[in-house]
């Protein structure tokens, strides 16, 4: 079984460029997230899709960061513009979405560096 | 607020028995995971504890108190490759998943 696929797996921009990340979760699972891990830090949730709607997206920044998930599958992570403080993880995760089997897969991660 | 507590950073010889503890104050109580991260990588799933008590797989144990809010993490026989931050997340009454910040755990030859 194919794990969870993000790109690109390192980013370098400039202070208010724009920059998006992929994510394809695994085959069947509903549920996707999309964390923000800085160094020394645990995963923060920035959203929580179930199929396309969205569940969760009160610590997403909203004037900067968006995301979407069209047709219930893959999704994007756009920051526009980023800000230095936006150098971070960026992870995606998947899960089944059925709540007695809610262990979720994290993808390699994407490394953003904001100079 | 909700909230998980863990040791920042624990340091163990190769060989040994290191238990990592994590306590955890959250609306609501839905099941407890431990996820280890080697540097540079993503979270990998360890374990999930919902009711009381120990699950053993192998070389790592967790166990589980939800009265005393309060879960460990036991690895034992350590390797030096278990040297990596191991995290704590419970899922509250809502099902969301609150993460704790790691525990980042040196193994020393």
């Known amino acids: 079984e194919a794990g969870v696929a993000q790109s690109p797996r390192y980013k370098i921009i400039e202070k208010r460029q724009s920059v998006a990340f992929w994510c394809n979760p695994i085959?069947?699972?509903?549920?996707l997230y999309w964390y923000q891990q800085i160094l020394g830090q645990g995963p923060k949730l920035l959203i929580q899709f179930q199929n396309n709607g969205v569940v969760d997206d009160s610590q997403l920044p909203k004037d900067r960061f968006s995301a979407e998930r069209l047709k219930g599958v893959d999704s994007t992570l756009k920051i526009q513009p980023a800000k230095l403080e936006d150098s971070a993880v960026y992870l995606c995760a998947s899960s089944p979405g059925r709540q007695d089997q809610e262990t979720q897969y994290f993808g390699p991660g994407t490394r953003l560096l904001v100079l | 607020g909700q909230n998980i507590d863990q040791p920042t950073e624990m340091t163990a010889t190769e060989g040994a028995i290191v238990q990592i503890n994590c306590t955890y104050q959250?609306?609501?109580?839905?099941?407890l995971f431990w996820y280890q991260q080697h540097a540079g990588e993503a979270p990998t799933f360890l374990s999930y504890?919902?009711l009381d008590g120990l699950e053993e797989k192998g070389r790592f144990s967790s166990f589980l108190s939800r009265s005393k809010g309060y879960s460990y993490l036991l690895l034992k026989e350590l390797q030096m490759k278990d040297s990596a931050s191991y995290l704590c997340a419970v899922r509250d009454g809502n099902y969301q998943l609150i993460w704790g910040a790691g525990t980042k755990l040196i193994i020393k030859p």
């Open positions: 085959s069947g699972h509903a549920t």
């Open positions: 959250t609306s609501g109580f839905n099941g």
């Open positions: 504890n919902v």
